[in-house]
C-alpha cells in the first residue's frame, strides 16, 4: 500500500470512498477496533465540511513516523471561502451551514492531534493526526 | 446501494446491507416515511449492523426519519449500533442529538421493543 493516497471531494459519494481509504491504511499501519472506526469518522466529517462550505477539495492519506511510534495524518484541504472566526467555528454547535456544528470540533475529540488554518477568500486546511 | 425495505405483520424493516451515501439515506428516509402510510405500519425499525461509521449526517437523518414516521403513526427503533461505532459517536458528541430516538440491541430486541409499543 502506497504511503500517501489523495482522494478528492466533491460529491457525497466521495465521502465514503475518502473513508474507506482512510480506514484501509490505518489498518495497514496497526490501527484496530475502535480507532479504525475513529478515523474513519473523522475523515467523513472532514470531507463533509469540504463539500458543505467549499463544495470541491481533497483528503490526503499519509502514514507518519515518529521515532518508533506509527501513525496516521489526516489532511483536508479546499480553496472555498474560509472561516472567517476559526475559535467560534471550533464551538460545540456552531454552524452556519446545515450540519449540526460538531464536524470541526468533533474530529478533534476524536484525533490526537488537531491544526486548522483558514484564511478567508483563500481556503482552509484541517490537519488531524492519530498516533499508535 | 438501495436499502431494501421488508413488510413484517404490522412492521417494516429496513436492513442497511453497506455503507450509504447521503443520498441513500435520504432516499431510505423518503421510502420509509411513505410505505408507513401505504402500508399501515404502526413500527419501523432500521437495522445499521453493517454500518461501521455513524457520522453527523447519518445520525441526524435517522432521528428525523424518527420523528417523521412518528408523526405518521409508526414508532421507529435504530437496531444493531456497533460497539465501536457507538464509542465513536459518543466521542463525536453526536448522543444528545439521538436522545429522543429509541433503541435495542438487535433485530430481536427491536422487535420485541415495538410489541410491548404497540400491543401492550
Known amino acids: 500500500m502506497a504511503d500517501e493516497m489523495r482522494v478528492p471531494i466533491s460529491t457525497d459519494a466521495d465521502i465514503i470512498t475518502a473513508r474507506q481509504k482512510g480506514r484501509a491504511l490505518a489498518e495497514w499501519v496497526g490501527f484496530s477496533g475502535s480507532d479504525l472506526t475513529?478515523?474513519?469518522?473523522?475523515?467523513?466529517e472532514l470531507a463533509r465540511n469540504i463539500i458543505e462550505y467549499a463544495g470541491h477539495g481533497e483528503i490526503i492519506i499519509r502514514l507518519a513516523e515518529r521515532g518508533a511510534r506509527r501513525g496516521i495524518v489526516i489532511v483536508a484541504r479546499d480553496d472555498g471561502p474560509g472561516i472567517p472566526d476559526v475559535a467560534l467555528a471550533m464551538q460545540d454547535g456552531y454552524s452556519t451551514g446545515k450540519g449540526l456544528g460538531l464536524g470541526l470540533p468533533g474530529a478533534r475529540r476524536l484525533m490526537d492531534e488537531f491544526e486548522i488554518v483558514s484564511e478567508v477568500g483563500k481556503g482552509t486546511t484541517v490537519t488531524v493526526g492519530k498516533w499508535r | 446501494m438501495r436499502v431494501p425495505i421488508l413488510k413484517q405483520g404490522d412492521y417494516l424493516i429496513a436492513p442497511i446491507q453497506s455503507a450509504l451515501s447521503d443520498a441513500d439515506f435520504l432516499r431510505m428516509q423518503n421510502e420509509l416515511v411513505d410505505q408507513v402510510g401505504k402500508?399501515?405500519?404502526?413500527g419501523v425499525i432500521v437495522?445499521?449492523?453493517a454500518l461501521d461509521v455513524m457520522d453527523s449526517f447519518a445520525t441526524r437523518t435517522l432521528r428525523s426519519t424518527a420523528l417523521m414516521t412518528r408523526l405518521r403513526g409508526a414508532e421507529t427503533v435504530i437496531?444493531?449500533?456497533?460497539?465501536?461505532?457507538?464509542?465513536?459517536?459518543?466521542?463525536?458528541g453526536l448522543t444528545l442529538r439521538m436522545e429522543d430516538v429509541?433503541?435495542?440491541?438487535?433485530?430481536?430486541?427491536?422487535?420485541?421493543f415495538l410489541d410491548r409499543?404497540?400491543?401492550g
Open chain 2, 79 to 92: 437496531v444493531g449500533v456497533q460497539p465501536e461505532v457507538a464509542f465513536s459517536m459518543v466521542q463525536l
Open chain 2, 39 to 42: 402500508l399501515r405500519s404502526r
Open chain 2, 102 to 112: 429509541e433503541t435495542a440491541l438487535d433485530l430481536d430486541e427491536g422487535l420485541a
Open chain 2, 47 to 49: 437495522d445499521v449492523t
Open chain 1, 38 to 44: 475513529i478515523i474513519a469518522s473523522a475523515i467523513s
Open chain 2, 117 to 119: 409499543q404497540t400491543k
